[in-house]
């Protein structure tokens, strides 16, 4: 089983702001983002990140072959519970998810 | 129309650029140079405790450089943000800096702040009067949240600079303002495409990140009434259409929208265009100024004082019942801080990491591994230093020495410092994601002129 970072150009994540992280997913060619545009489901992102699939925001940017998703921060960066401030530790979820 | 020119040396002050590239930059003859002082981006402590995230000895180095580039080309220079929080005290202390540096250099300048932090009892005026209104998400707004907080600030936009360059000032210092507008407020002004110079303004606000080699750190605007080109100006950096429209996405949460102090911009129908190997042409950005002048509100507010801990686990069979042992370690501690300390949980925050196993995803990492070593972060939190001390000490010898189970040897931890427990002090946390309505773009802010 592969995984979604092995098919890809590359994946980050960052903060936008204290109470956002955003996730870009840049494809590298048309055909890997046409299959991930069909084949990445929200919901299943949403498991993965657990957060509620209704705060998931995505965006499909085709002339950049780049697939985003926006949430709002389960916790707000730099509370105490906060474990990683910038956020762009997260996208190696995604990296990892088998795909 | 005469095309104008914005210099921007790099993301931030006090993360260093290329000099040469600086120099390359000015012989390019800019209308101003553009800096930014930083932003929320590195957490709650800078604007809670009014301090500035980078070293004096970086910031004034750069700033140095900077002015001596201004000294040479005759231009305003400008830094929004100062001191990474941008409130007064950090516009004051880019002054004592900027004074410092003008008598080294032997210059004499003018000199504009932009003040931008706000008193309580004018946001709770505001927040009466209705004129607060939340962002998504955003926490509940109160009266005594509001006297909780120790530094507010609103974001200045294109307006309040406006203000400032009206002042003929050579070197502008200005509080809290958003990353784009003071790279965008000369363009605007001198009659650029109000959407191209949003724009630009965003690609280059990170300075050269919008390139192939965002180390380098100095770019080049340059914007006209159709658009705006921009272009690197290190040796090794290149600006291509996908580095360049690559940057609308970098953290920014809608990659078409944003929004701005009386508007918001759409990129949507931006075309990016090669002009040569490093240089891209842009057109098409839209802006759409709102019926209400709204800044946005940062602030921070004091949520208790924090001891940590650090030991290091290296036996197998500890390494191994990490989870158990901790889970044992925290439940015991919690009885033995109610019985010495006469605390219930509810008057402190006790938090184990696991360094090694999942300390930065927690829940949600998905993987296990096999480490050799696990190193048992504990953090305490509570409403006093003191008391925060006081459990850390009172943690300390069983972090050390204690057991699995009760029939087994007295295991000995590594704790890798004398003292073990760390003060961090004061820790705070955000506490504003609102906007708040003004009649006047200048009636939340305030310019001082000084002479040097």
């Known amino acids: 089983m592969s995984t979604l970072g092995e098919k890809v150009k590359n994946i980050r994540s960052k903060n936008a702001g204290p109470f956002w992280i955003t996730i870009d997913i840049f494809c590298g060619n048309k055909k890997v983002y046409d299959d991930i545009c069909i084949n990445l489901n929200n919901l299943d992102v949403a498991n993965l990140l657990m957060i509620d699939s209704k705060n998931l925001k995505r965006f499909e940017i085709e002339n950049l072959k780049v697939i985003k998703f926006s949430f709002p921060r389960n916790i707000i960066q730099g509370n105490i519970y906060d474990r990683d401030m910038h956020g762009a530790q997260l996208g190696i979820l995604l990296s990892e998810m088998s795909y | 129309m005469k095309s104008t020119k914005v210099l921007v040396p790099s993301g931030v002050l006090g993360l260093g650029f290329d000099l040469k590239a600086l120099n390359t ?16 981006d590195s957490g709650p402590f800078s604007l809670g405790s009014g301090t500035s995230k980078y070293s004096r000895a970086a910031v004034k180095e750069e700033w140095k450089s900077l002015m001596k580039a201004r000294e040479q080309a005759k231009i305003p220079l400008i830094i929004g943000s100062c001191g990474t929080c941008g409130t007064d005290s950090m516009v004051d202390w880019m002054e004592e800096i900027t004074i410092e540096l003008a008598k080294e250099l032997n210059q004499n300048l003018k000199i504009a702040k932009l003040y931008c932090e706000q008193q309580k009892h004018y ?6 009067n209705n004129k607060i209104s939340s962002l998504n998400p955003a926490p509940h707004l109160n009266l005594s949240l509001i006297d909780e907080m120790t530094h507010i600030v609103a974001l200045a936009g294109a307006e309040q600079i406006h203000e400032c360059f009206k002042t003929g000032a050579d070197i502008i210092l200005a509080g809290r303002t958003s990353d784009t507008a003071i790279i965008s407020a000369l363009p605007l002004m001198k009659g650029a495409d109000p959407g191209a110079s949003w724009h630009g303004a965003k690609i280059a606000e990170c300075g050269a990140l919008c390139s192939s080699n965002p180390t380098s750190g100095v770019v080049l605007v340059e914007f006209d009434e159709f658009g705006f080109n921009v272009e690197a100006m290190s040796k090794n950096a290149f600006c291509t259409p996908d580095t360049v429209a690559a940057h609308m996405l970098y953290e920014n949460a809608d990659p078409f929208i944003l929004l701005e102090p009386g508007g918001y911009m759409n990129v949507t129908n931006a075309c990016y265009y090669p002009i040569n190997s490093s240089k891209v042409r842009v057109e098409g950005a839209t802006w759409h100024p709102s019926k209400n002048y709204n800044v946005k509100l940062e602030g921070a507010r004091i949520v208790g004082y924090q001891t940590s801990l650090l030991v290091l686990l290296r036996d197998h069979y500890y390494v191994k019942n990490v989870i158990e042992w901790t889970e044992k370690l925290s439940n015991f501690m919690k009885k033995e801080i ?15 990491r696991h360094i090694g196993m ?17 190193g048992v972060l504990c953090i305490v939190t509570s409403k006093n230093n003191n008391i925060s001390t006081e459990i850390a000490k009172l943690i300390n010898p069983f972090l050390l020495h204690f057991p699995l189970t009760v029939n087994e040897e007295l295991p000995t931890f590594a704790f890798p410092y004398s003292p073990v427990h760390s003060d961090r002090g004061c820790v705070y946390e955000f506490s504003l994601n ?5 009649n006047n773009p200048m009636d939340a802010f305030q310019i001082q002129i000084s002479e040097v």
């Open chain 2, 123 to 128: 946001i709770k005026i505001n927040y009466k």
């Open chain 2, 25 to 40: 930059g000015i012989k390019n003859k800019p209308d101003i140079i553009a800096i930014d002082g930083g932003s929320t």
């Open chain 2, 434 to 438: 609102h906007l708040l309505q003004l």
């Open chain 2, 338 to 352: 109610k019985l010495r300390m006469k605390l219930d949980i509810s008057d402190y925050c006790l938090d184990f």
């Open chain 2, 358 to 374: 999942n300390s930065t995803l927690g829940d949600l990492e998905k993987k296990e591994g096999n480490p050799v070593e696990i």
